[in-house]
């Protein structure tokens, strides 16, 4: 068979060229900031205020970052985080998963009635002060169940979940399954489960990152500093080299070239913060990247 290529048309290559030329400016707009905080945490802070250093870094000095690592309540803020990420998303995982798979099954009565009614939640919510009072009657203030149950599930991701376990797992598997005597609890925890990798890595990922990210929930209903994740020990640094970098009178020479100091480092100690609170999850995500486009491809929203 005689296979012949087929020229491209002048409309075809200019089509193209815009593709390409929109594809460069895409790389660039999201790189760029990238690129200038990572050479703003790493740069001489003279040159970071005044404008020299616009991409790489000038005058490469890690003061920035040793004062940030210096600080204990960081690495206190750190374990903060990471015991609240893990023990909150192990609870959105154990609400989500069971409430997804059991709107999921046609043959549980009221499923699409229940459904309707946790949609509701997703454009009405009681607000800011009922939920702190609901806390507060609660006695939950001050503690980590004040961070974790009152978001313990997302209906959003139940949807998503659900969609999964309705187009993914062959009805017809389950239904083999309770003919040869498997229970519902065995069903979902030896065969539903273990075929829902997929899903269960984007939950994880969605939540976990919610949970690493959040700092309004700390702000509210948390008044021990010892107890601040590490959203609201980086708020408390920045705050307070704000505070720091603002000039005041009757200064004597060495003070005021001391506030001057601070006032400078202070710029790339903003950024250097950005690196810090974001390195993990950026160490995590490409682990768990395959899961994610599949589970999202999958359990995306039908219909």
Known sequence: MNNRLVKDTKADRVFMGFNYIFVILSVAIVLYPLIYIISASISDPQAVNSGEMWLFPKGVTFEGYKTILQNDSIWRGYLNTIYYTALGTTINLVVTLPAAYALSRPDFYGHKTFTSFMLVTMFVSGGLIPSYLLVKNLHMLNTVWALVLPGAVSVYNIVVTRTFFQTTIPREMEEAAIIDGCSDFKLFFKIILP?????????????????????????????????????????????????????????????????????????????????????????????????????????????
């Open 195 to 303: 075929l829902s990798t997929p899903i269960i890595a984007v939950m994880a990922l969605f939540y976990g990152v919610g949970h690493w990210n959040s700092y309004f929930s700390a702000l509210i209903y948390l008044s021990d500093k010892s107890m601040y994740p590490l959203q609201m020990v980086l708020r408390e640094i920045l705050v307070l080299n704000d505070m720091s970098s603002t000039p005041t009178g009757g200064m004597t020479g060495d003070m005021a070239a001391l506030m001057y100091s601070k006032q400078q480092l202070s710029a790339i100690i903003k950024y250097g913060v950005m690196i810090v609170s974001t390195l993990p999850i950026i160490v995590v995500y490409p682990f768990l990247q395959k899961y994610f486009v599949k589970g999202m491809m999958v359990g995306s929203v039908k219909g």
